[in-house]
């Protein structure tokens, strides 16, 4: 069974920034959708940026200019690197490959 496993969340103040990883455990060369969703407490899922297998990239309103989705096939890792953190941003951030299913989770968190 493929797994995805997230780091690099944690305690940043507004402002920081802070590298998300997602690691599979086989290849993703042939992987087409690579996404990054997050989970507010009370809130739904919701997306937040996808990287297509040709490097092309999609970003939520909410974090277009902030955040950046980007992959390293070498490393069978999708990044999200999140900049200008707002409070607002606070949630638990899950990758999603199509094919592969879903990591479990890395919590960030934005201290005001």
């Known amino acids: 069974q493929v797994q995805l496993v997230e780091s690099g969340g944690g305690l940043v103040q507004a402002g920081g920034s802070l590298r998300l990883s997602c690691t599979a455990s086989r290849s993703i060369f042939t992987i087409n959708v690579m996404a990054w969703y997050r989970q507010a407490p009370g809130k739904e899922r919701e997306w937040v940026a996808t990287?297509?297998?040709?490097?092309?990239?999609n970003y939520a309103d909410s974090v277009k200019g902030r955040f950046t989705i980007s992959k390293d096939n070498a490393k069978n890792t999708v990044y999200l690197q999140m900049n200008s953190l707002k409070p607002e941003d606070a949630a638990v951030y899950y990758c999603h490959m199509l094919g592969l299913g879903w990591g479990q989770g890395t919590q960030v968190t934005v201290s005001s």
């Open positions: 990287i297509i297998r040709d490097d092309s990239t």
